[in-house]
């Protein structure tokens, strides 16, 4: 059973008007209740991220539906301080993640040099300096024993959020990655399919990200009953990830005994 995901790439952009959110907003607003199902105990899972990390430890991530609306936010030139927010300079990473259970108690985690500041009260911001991405959201302390936690949001759309606590890896949850490829070979695949967005510059913007939207998402309903259908879009990104022709693996940090490269 999908969860709902609560805000559509066009409400979240408002939201950025109001404040600095990270588009790793599986974290954020408005605060989602948990579906009555949780996810299995064998997930598919993506991130993106920069190429300097791997792994999901101490990250938040998605299935493709709980992604989806979101991923339009990180059509972006790159930003310091917004350092997941670019689908052309970053990676994603496909990954299958093998659960002993499920808690509800969301973990909501930044990568270093996040500035989370919103209208909103919530308040994460990440250190440039830190070596790990930086958590919060549990009530309790996270141990090994801290089971992986999940998240959905109220309105339509679907999909399932997740975050990993470090301590717990190989106690209560294992990741086997599965792919490592270009943000871009997505992006730019979506915006060959919407007949190339030859209004927009070279770059994957928010300008391309409309224009993808447009010509491959169609949405029914309103606001706040919107309903998008990304079957397209899925169609493209699953041929990205299954086919290492279409869009080739990419090399994994250099210090393969860290999940940052220092």
Request: glycine share 8%; proline share 7%.
């Amino acid at each position: 059973m999908k969860c709902a995901l609560a805000l559509t790439a066009m409400a979240l952009q408002t939201a950025l008007t109001m404040g600095n959110i990270v588009p790793d907003d599986r974290m954020s607003w408005p605060p989602s209740p948990s579906p009555s199902k949780p996810p299995g105990l064998t997930v598919t899972t993506y991130h993106l991220f920069q190429r300097k990390f791997t792994g999901l430890a101490n990250k938040d991530a998605g299935d493709f539906t709980g992604d989806a609306s979101f991923i339009f936010l990180t059509f972006n030139p790159f930003e310091e301080q917004n350092p997941e927010a670019s689908i052309q300079e970053n990676i994603i990473e496909m990954s299958t993640v093998t659960v002993k259970g499920w808690t509800t108690e969301y973990m909501e985690c930044n990568a270093p040099g996040a500035v989370y500041n919103t209208s909103y009260g919530k308040h994460l911001n990440c250190p440039k300096t830190s070596k790990d991405y930086c958590c919060t959201g549990n009530h309790s302390v996270v141990t090994a024993d801290t089971l992986p936690s999940y998240r959905c949001n109220s309105m339509t759309g679907g999909g399932y959020w997740y975050a990993f606590p470090k301590e717990s890896e190989g106690n209560k949850w294992t990741e086997k990655l599965e792919r490592r490829i270009d943000g871009a070979c997505i992006g730019n695949a979506w915006r060959k399919e919407a007949g190339g967005c030859s209004e927009c510059g070279a770059d994957l913007d928010q300008c391309v990200a409309k224009c993808i939207q447009t010509a491959l998402v169609p949405t029914s309903g309103r606001w706040p009953h919107y309903h998008q259908d990304f079957t397209k879009l899925q169609a493209i990104w699953d041929n990205a990830f299954a086919n290492t022709t279409f869009c080739p693996d990419q090399p994994l940090p250099s210090d393969t005994g860290s999940s940052i490269i220092v």
